[in-house]
């Protein structure tokens, strides 16, 4: 029923004949706040990266010979970084540990060295391998990578290994 | 290239917040909401222009948000349900004095909001002086009083 007095005005009758309109717009707008909400829980999760439980993930090759620690929500163009450690005994006699990682890296990342800097890389078929130079001795050698996505909506598993010992497949998602 | 896309998504998500957010936001703008603004706008020029800061990407993305705002005007113009989508339409929150309180709640308004303006526009003392009052689209409050109501005028 209209609140309306039979005498009002046409202009105001037809802004109330739009009312069911904005009794819609009312009712998403009260989905929007919901939906405002679980954006804001989501990104405290973690959910859209930069720290929280769920951007953050470490990984181990099925060898056990690595470890990687790696941002699973990662945005575009914002630096990552991913840290590797290889477990004592992983270096070869001269003492080197070579690092293989996914030509993914080379196509949707951009890589930056980290620390230490890789004595040697080569690009092949199989990816990218680095190698490190480990202190004599040392008990774990550990490397940092920093990488920058240039993919949005990525959702990869690139493999990551020790040598050629078996890959870890994190997984990775790219927000834009 | 990159510029456009990045322009377009920050045309498309900032209004649909805001209007998601409703018309109380910016409807009297407090220092508040103007610090709000700037930090919304400090942050999102960012995300525009990612870390290139040449005279050509600002060109392009500035070109990009008018170009698109032109093409929405025109859109409206020719689809109204677009127009009512955007804009928002107006609503009736008091009816021959009679304070509508179900929708003045849902718009976030009280009487207090409806008798501050009546009061600005016309000089009205009660709520029974109100003939009508409208919530504009813009956000704005509307005031008809009755007649003989306000200010200049006798009686009341």
Known sequence: MTPLPADAPADIRRIEDRLPFQRRTWRIQRIGWAAMALVVLAALSGATGRGGPLAEAETVTPDGALRIRYERMQRLGAPTLLRLEARAGAANRDGAIELRLDPAFLRDWRLRPGVPVPEAAAAGPDGLRLRFRAAPGAARVAVMLELMPERAFLVARPAIALGDGPPARPLILVWP | ?156
Do not use: C, K, N
């Open chain 2, 1 to 156: 290239m990159e510029t456009v896309p990045r322009a377009a998504a920050i045309y498309l998500v900032l209004p649909a917040l805001f209007r998601l957010a409703g018309r109380r936001t910016l409807r009297e703008m407090t220092a508040f909401d103007f610090i709000l603004l700037l930090i919304i706008g400090e942050a999102t020029q960012q995300a525009l222009l990612g870390d290139d800061l040449s005279v050509t990407t600002a060109a392009v993305a500035v070109t990009t948000l008018i170009a698109l705002d032109i093409a929405m005007s025109l859109l409206e113009q020719r689809a109204g349900f677009l127009e009512r989508m955007i804009d928002g339409v107006p609503t009736v929150l008091v009816a021959d004095g009679t304070p509508l309180r179900e929708r003045m709640r849902r718009a976030r308004l009280d009487e207090q909001d409806v008798m501050e303006r009546a009061r600005a526009l016309h000089g009205l003392e009660r709520m029974d002086q109100i003939r009508f009052a409208v919530l504009e689209p813009g956000g704005d409050i509307t005031i008809i009083p009755r007649r003989g109501a306000g200010r200049g005028e006798a009686g009341g």
